[in-house]
């Protein structure tokens, strides 16, 4: 076997075997890449032509297919149960204000501490919406706002 032939089957070998340690799709373009030299190589190409077949295959495949792979694989984005009170009602069971720093309320059968969105002082028994979650607190605003 052509020694530039072992040496494309090497570079897919280790680029696949990148790919599969760091699982964050950074090498596996240029294993796509390198076959594509391999290709090259086995039709006779000379080198010039099998680098510049692997640059162009690695970047099209990278163009190509890496939307795609980010939105099959969403590894910065983790959703909790938290997220499903976002649009829910809440009950105020003590008056929310943001610069007393007070305010509870219950949504789902659990008792939060709330502060307005809008700094705007809410009453007691008011009910209102989550608008979103900051650590243990919910923010919320009035209906209809």
Same mark, same amino acid.
């Given at each position: 076997?052509? @020694?530039? /032939?072992?040496?494309? *089957?090497?570079?897919?070998?280790?680029?696949?075997?990148? +790919?599969?340690?760091?699982? =964050?799709?950074? #090498?596996?373009?240029?294993a796509? !890449?390198? @076959?594509?030299? *391999?290709?090259?190589?086995?039709?006779?190409?000379?080198?010039?032509? =099998?680098?510049?077949?692997?640059?162009t295959?690695?970047?099209?495949? /990278?163009?190509?297919? $890496?939307?795609?792979?980010?939105?099959?694989?969403?590894?910065? +984005?983790?959703?909790?149960?938290?997220d499903?009170?976002?649009?829910?009602?809440? *009950?105020?069971? =003590?008056?929310?204000?943001?610069?007393?720093?007070?305010?509870?309320?219950?949504? @789902?059968?659990?008792?939060?501490?709330? $502060? #307005? @969105?809008?700094?705007?002082?809410?009453?007691?028994?008011?009910?209102v /919406?989550?608008?979103?979650?900051? !650590?243990?607190? *919910?923010i919320?605003?009035?209906?209809?706002?």
């Open positions: 076997m052509d @020694a530039v /032939l072992i040496i494309w *089957l090497i570079g897919i070998i280790l680029f696949v075997i990148l +790919e599969a340690v760091t699982y =964050q799709l950074v #090498s596996i373009w240029f796509i !890449g390198a @076959a594509g030299g *391999l290709v090259a190589a086995m039709c006779g190409a000379d080198f010039n032509i =099998q680098m510049t077949v692997f640059v295959v690695s970047v099209i495949a /990278l163009l190509c297919l $890496r939307p795609l792979s980010k939105k099959a694989i969403k590894t910065n +984005e983790v959703k909790t149960n938290v499903s009170l976002i649009g829910r009602e809440v *009950l105020i069971t =003590q008056e929310v204000n943001n610069i007393q720093a007070s305010g509870k309320g219950i949504v @789902a059968g659990m008792d939060w501490t709330v $502060r #307005s @969105a809008d700094d705007a002082v809410i009453a007691k028994d008011e009910v /919406l989550v608008e979103k979650v900051e !650590g243990v607190k *919910l919320v605003k009035r209906k209809g706002e």
